[in-house]
Antibody, heavy 119, light 106 residues
């Protein structure tokens, strides 16, 4: 059964950094594009970025461009989001998700990990 | 960025009702639109892809229609488990963007 499990959330001070991880299982991870999305409390989802299956094509949303890195390790079936210069506006549940191509819609989401930016 | 405008933002319905949700795109996106359902405290799940194709395992009371700039999600014969929030997503171009959501409540 295909599954995505995020980890790495927690409480971080403003200005800090965090790396979120996503563990994939039950499907052929190495041929799938992967995405990060987030959902702030009481808000709708926000797409953050995507990485192609081989890791050579990456797209970032303006909200995280320049202070983030999306990466993957196909040998470990793992996907990552590193975020820096965090502000309270980054407080959200962070989801990883898969698609067929970077331009495709996502067909499977993880359950998310909560990142809280607070002093 | 392509803006998606969903309407209504919320609606009250009863079990057995027919429900229609609209999503309008700020420019032509062909059929590069998906619909997601999000129940409380859960991750979203895909219902419809390619504007009209039903995700495997999703009940046939859900259907999608439209192309270009105007899209509709219809739920015929609303069931108790359908009380949730629904979002449209365009993936025509980056950044992918979501509609503001429609909360279906009793």
């Amino acid at each position: 059964q295909a599954q995505l499990v995020e980890s790495g959330g927690g409480v971080v001070q403003p200005g800090g950094s965090r790396r979120l991880s996503c563990a994939a299982s039950g499907f052929e991870f190495t041929v799938r594009a992967m995405h990060w999305l987030r959902q702030a409390p009481g808000q709708g989802p926000e797409w953050l970025g995507t990485l192609s299956y081989h890791g050579r094509w990456v797209y970032y949303a303006d909200s995280i461009r320049g202070r983030s890195l999306i990466s993957r390790d196909n040998a470990k079936n793992a996907f990552y989001l590193s975020l820096s210069s965090l502000t309270i506006n980054d407080t959200a549940i962070y989801f990883c998700a898969r698609s067929h191509y970077p331009s495709s819609d996502v067909d499977l989401w993880g359950q998310g990990t909560l990142l809280t930016v607070s002093s | 960025d392509i803006q998606l405008t969903q309407s209504p933002s919320s609606l009250s319905a009863s079990i057995g009702d027919r429900v229609t949700i609209t999503c309008r795109a700020g420019q032509d996106i062909g059929t590069d639109l998906a619909w997601y359902q999000q129940r409380s405290a859960q991750a979203p799940g895909r219902l419809i892809y390619g504007a009209t194709s039903l995700q495997n395992g999703v009940p046939s009371r859900f259907s999608g229609s439209g192309a270009g700039t105007e899209f509709t999600l219809t739920i015929t014969t609303l069931q108790s488990e359908d009380f949730a929030t629904y979002y449209c997503l365009q993936h025509r171009q980056h950044p992918h963007t979501f509609g503001g959501g429609t909360r279906v409540e009793v």
